[in-house]
């Protein structure tokens, strides 16, 4: 070999493109437009991780894998991802067919259906019942100086005598005695058997109350545990979620977080910091569960700890981060592992004078193809490492080659498709009218590489009720032309050229369609609707088309017209709490799942607007969105005033939004551990590949991992995630994401390095798959019963003795108990009667792809008061706690969950301050319908808008905005997400819930 021969790359890193254009859209902030050059690597760049040593080839662990792995790059099959090893099954198997679903936004009609009456309040039960039998002591905890290498908490909750139930719901009584414990409040724990279970029956009313004054303050003075029995715990004196999000963002936004030590967690997730990648992935791709992986199975059994990632491959990073490299190794596509097919990265160690490379994920050595050979330095490492994306950064994208196309052939651009509902309700509520009008701009927007002036993508037009009407919008048409296809049962696209088109070239006819089709159908009687011929007329185009792309569906009622795919209404609350709840979550029938998959084989992504007005069965009609990597959005009696808003900016984004097509993900890790189970919004057809019709920049994965022999500290544990996808203008793409993690021996560094936030994701993914098979009981309890199982291996084996009744946390869990009470009282698990069946379904599809950061604002809701607002500068108030004592009734409160955004206002807030923001000095004179605040020119309604606005572009889905007074109806609803106090459905309050996990906890231990 000749060492001397460069790489004959001139230029292999094209400037990344930014695949859409931003919309000025209020509340949107759009991708980011400008990148930053490539200026090298940091100076302050530290090698990643070490790939294991170097050993001689025949010592090789090859039992693992299988003699005939690797084929070549030309053979047929779909992808090359597919050539991996053959591992053995995963013991879970797939994930099942994951239903899809919608979520309300409490609309009035909402309302008016629905929020528990007073009447229908549970009550706390009955005062004599304490949180523990007299003969235990109470809890104990502090939050102690970490001993040792790990954090305990054995702060002591020290608490009050509960001697009456709380005052009715209607009395608020507790307001304005902000953080100061309400009499009663987080009554007695009714006993575990009863956990989860529907709200107790009705207590007797309340005899007496204690004077709130009176209550102990909480002392770490060691009263004698037993006579603090039956005493109530001070919620100051357990862990605060907003204590954890404070204290983290103080120590750890000022320095960017570099990515370039092995192990290192991240920063929360609700910390904002900048990310430096010097070779593993920023967390903005991948956040792991634990960073530091027990070594062996059985440690990772004894501890319960979930070993699993939350991947989200094309994240919109912040604007100050560069996107990924993109790299070109040439006509011979990405240079990869000849055995386990990896990708090259910071994990590959060269060797032999650069000749040979060693595998960091399996140890197989490949020889270096000539024209990336490089030499080494000193240090064994490649001199042009740092010019090298791939060497020298933990996420890069490269190009691929035809060997990476579907069919070996180069993709066609991919093609948008409009089918839009003109029945009845569809046209009444004056959606079609809206859909038309916004049509006509929002097609300016449309994905597009930053190189290009127009985007590639193609568009077609289709309406429907009963049945289907195509047009011909082709340029050279003065008018376009309609055809009907009233033949459901066997669907069929009547025309080819000119139902696709370049909407540049055919911008008169598509304007003159998008102007009569409201005509059209404004007298139409047809209530009746057909929803699957709508998919399968979407996905007989773009075969026909020989391209990929995505179905945009808007939907108004459930399909009872006579087609294939025909629904019937099977809404029986009845069901609710039964062992047969899960069947309201399943399908009601497999041809969805079916056509699904025809969809994912396509490349067909189809997303999916509902604007019902009764029940549309979203677990049925979710199917096909979910499995090919699309989005239900829903609006609950759709009316142009109140959700018009929501719903275009929902759509614009959705949109332009980044996305890749035909997608398949593969996650390889290093030997001793693979992926095992996989939850979010896609299709597998076998035990590795992740097949995703469409695949957009807010889609996460989660990835479960399990032991399949021992790691080892030297080497660590190793991830790549790699994404092979069409981009917006066909061009073949590999987005690849490398992270490295610790490996220990020693339970303590386990506890020592674990991410809360990433644990609940994945214990709701885990749950909310689980109730598609087991009734919500049994997943409640099984979550329950796992995290104390967590939380005990911790006491048992890494904390200092210590009493029994001290409620012992490790630092970094400290916050699961309240977390996962979040989780366990969500409108899945433990519905409220409010909520609809749909709406459950529909929530439960949206977590299946949440990220961590979406999914931890979901279960703990951020509360911000808005009294001392600091209207100069850019900087929020500190957030409080997300519980009724917290509120005060001379305050302002703006809650946010990502779905929701409430504005609470006291009945005692000053007149000024009513005039700033509303322009009435009077409480009564507010108006509880409005959905955005008025336009007030003073600085107080400047900054607190402004806040709503950026709360808005952080979340994916646009966010109404509700106004919700003291003591008014609508106060119910709100009261929904004030998660930390008991709920309406009968979910424990924190307090209550600690108590019970300290319970489990002890129970587990003696
Ligand atoms: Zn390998």
């Known amino acids: 070999m000749n060492v001397n021969q460069q790489a004959h ?15 000025a859209q209020p509340g949107y902030g759009g991708p980011p437009t400008q990148y930053a050059p490539y200026n090298g690597p940091n100076p302050g760049y530290q090698q990643g991780p070490t790939p294991a040593g170097y050993s001689p080839y025949s010592s090789l662990p090859c039992k693992t894998f299988p003699a005939t792995l690797a084929s070549d790059l030309s053979s047929n099959s779909s992808s090359p991802l597919d050539l991996g090893p053959v591992r053995p099954p995963p013991n879970s198997g797939p994930p099942p067919v994951s239903a899809s679903q919608g979520y309300s936004q409490y609309t009035q009609g909402d309302v008016q259906n629905g929020p528990p009456t007073m009447s229908s309040q549970p009550h706390r039960p009955p005062v004599s019942q304490s949180y523990l039998p007299g003969s235990q002591p109470a809890y104990h905890q502090q939050y102690g100086a970490p001993h040792t290498s790990m954090q305990q908490m054995t702060n002591q909750m020290s608490g009050m005598q509960v001697s009456a139930p709380p005052p009715a719901v209607s009395g608020y009584g507790a307001f304005g005695q902000m ?36 209550i102990p303050s909480p002392q770490v003075s060691a009263l004698p545990a037993v006579q603090k029995t039956r005493h109530r715990i001070d919620p100051d004196a357990i862990p605060s979620p907003i204590q954890v999000i404070e204290d983290d963002q103080a120590n750890r936004s000022s320095e960017p977080f570099a990515t370039g030590v092995r192990g290192q967690a991240p920063p929360l997730v609700t910390t904002n910091f900048q990310v430096k990648d010097q070779g593993n992935a920023s967390p903005s791709y991948i956040r792991c569960t634990a960073y530091n992986f027990p070594c062996t199975s059985d440690m990772a059994k004894q501890s319960q700890v979930p070993l699993a990632a939350v991947i989200k491959p094309l994240a919109t990073l912040p604007l100050d981060e560069a996107p990924p490299y993109i790299v070109d190794h040439g006509e011979t596509g990405p240079i990869r592992c000849n055995r386990c097919k990896a990708y090259m990265c910071p994990f590959m160690q060269f060797i032999e004078g650069g000749r040979r490379f ?84 929002l097609l300016d927007y449309l994905p597009r590489e930053s190189s290009e002036a127009d985007s590639c993508i193609r568009v077609g037009f289709v309406t429907y009720n009963k049945v289907l009407h195509f047009y011909n919008v082709k340029s050279s048409l003065a008018q376009p032309q309609m055809m009907v296809v009233s033949d459901v049962a066997d669907m069929f696209v009547p025309l080819l050229d000119g139902f696709l088109v370049n909407v540049n070239e055919s911008r ?37 088309a020989d391209c990929a792309g995505k179905l945009f569906i808007f939907h108004s009622s459930l399909p009872i017209a006579e087609a294939p795919g025909k629904l019937k209404n099977r809404e029986d609350k009845k069901l609710v709490g039964t062992d047969k709840e899960k069947t309201l979550f399943q399908p009601q029938t497999s041809f969805f799942g079916n056509l699904a998959k025809e969809c994912v084989a396509q490349g067909c992504c189809v997303d999916l607007f509902l604007f019902p007005n009764q029940y549309v069965d979203v677990a049925t009609l979710g199917v096909v969105p979910s499995q090919t ?51 979010g919004d896609f299709y597998m057809s076998n035990t590795t590949d992740v097949e995703l019709a469409g695949l957009d920049c807010d889609k996460a994965v989660t990835v479960e991992f399990r032991h399949d022999d021992k790691l080892s500290e030297e080497s660590g544990a190793l991830m790549q995630c790699a994404v092979l996808y069409t981009s917006c203008s066909g061009q073949r793409r590999l987005r690849v994401h490398n992270l490295s993690v610790n490996c220990c021996t020693q339970l303590a560094d386990l506890y020592r390095n674990c991410d809360t936030d990433t644990l609940i994701n994945f214990f709701a993914k885990y749950a909310y798959r689980s109730i598609l098979n087991s009734p919500t009981k049994t997943v409640r309890d099984t979550l329950i019963n796992q995290s104390a199982q967590i939380l005990s291996c911790y006491r048992k084996n890494c904390a200092s003795p210590s009493s029994a009744g001290q409620l012992i946390l490790p630092e970094c869990m400290k916050l699961l108990p309240v977390y ?17 069946l749909d709406d459950r379904a529909y929530l439960r599809q949206l977590v299946t792809s949440m990220d961590v950061a979406e999914s931890h604002v979901f279960f703990y809701p951020r509360l911000l008061p808005l009294q001392k607002l600091d209207v100069e500068g850019d900087s929020l108030p500190t957030a409080v706690r997300a519980s009724e004592e917290r509120l005060s009734k001379g305050g302002l409160y703006l809650l946010e969950n990502g ?94 819930f600690l108590c019970h996990m300290h319970k489990e906890i002890r129970q587990l231990l003696s």
């Open 9 to 23: 790359m001139t230029s292999p890193y094209r400037q990344p493109q930014p695949a859409l254009q931003g919309y």
């Open 179 to 214: 953080s100061r414990p309400q009499p009663g409040y987080g009554g007695s724990y009714p006993g575990p058997q009863n956990y989860g279970a529907q709200p107790p029956p009705p207590a007797a009313p309340p005899q007496k109350r204690l004077d709130p004054d009176s």
């Open 358 to 441: 060693q595998c960091g994920f399996c140890s197989c050595v490949t020889e270096v193809p000539p024209h990336y050979f490089q030499h080494l330095d000193h240090t064994g490492k490649r001199v042009d490492c740092y010019d090298r994306p791939e060497l020298s950064m933990g996420t890069c994208e490269f190009t691929a080659t035809v060997d990476y196309c579907k069919n070996n052939k180069i993709p066609q651009p991919p093609a948008f498709i409009f089918l839009i509902d003109v029945s009845y309700n569809a046209v009444k509520s004056g959606l079609v009218d809206l859909i038309c009008a916004e049509m006509k701009t």
């Open 508 to 544: 008169a006819v598509i304007n003159s369609l998008l102007d009569q089709i409201p005509e059209m159908f404004a007298d139409t009687r047809e209530t009746e609707t057909v929803f699957a011929p709508v998919i399968q007329a979407g996905l007989e185009a773009l075969k026909a």
């Open 629 to 679: 990597g699309g989005s239900v959005y829903k609006y609950t009696y759709f009316q142009v005033p109140s959700d018009g808003d929501r719903f275009l900016n929902d759509l614009r984004r959705d949109v332009q939004k980044q996305v890749g097509f035909d997608a398949v993900m593969r996650v390889r890790t290093s030997t001793g551990i693979r992926a095992t189970d996989f939850f």
């Open 820 to 836: 996962l009470n979040c989780v366990l009282k969500s409108d899945i698990l433990q519905p409220g009667a409010d909520i609809s």
């Open 899 to 992: 779905l929701h955004l409430f504005l609470w206002v006291g009945a005692n807030v000053q007149q000024e301050l009513l005039q700033s923001v509303f322009n009435t000095p009077s409480f009564g004179q507010i108006d509880p319908s409005m959905t955005n605040l008025p336009v007030l020119d003073n600085p107080y309604s400047r900054r607190l808008r402004a806040i709503i606005e950026s709360f808005r572009a952080e979340r994916p889905r646009y966010m109404k905005l509700m106004v919700v007074k003291q003591d008014d109806k609508l106060e119910l609803i709100f009261k929904h997400f004030l998660v930390e106090d008991k709920s309406a459905s009968g979910g424990a309050s924190y307090v209550d």
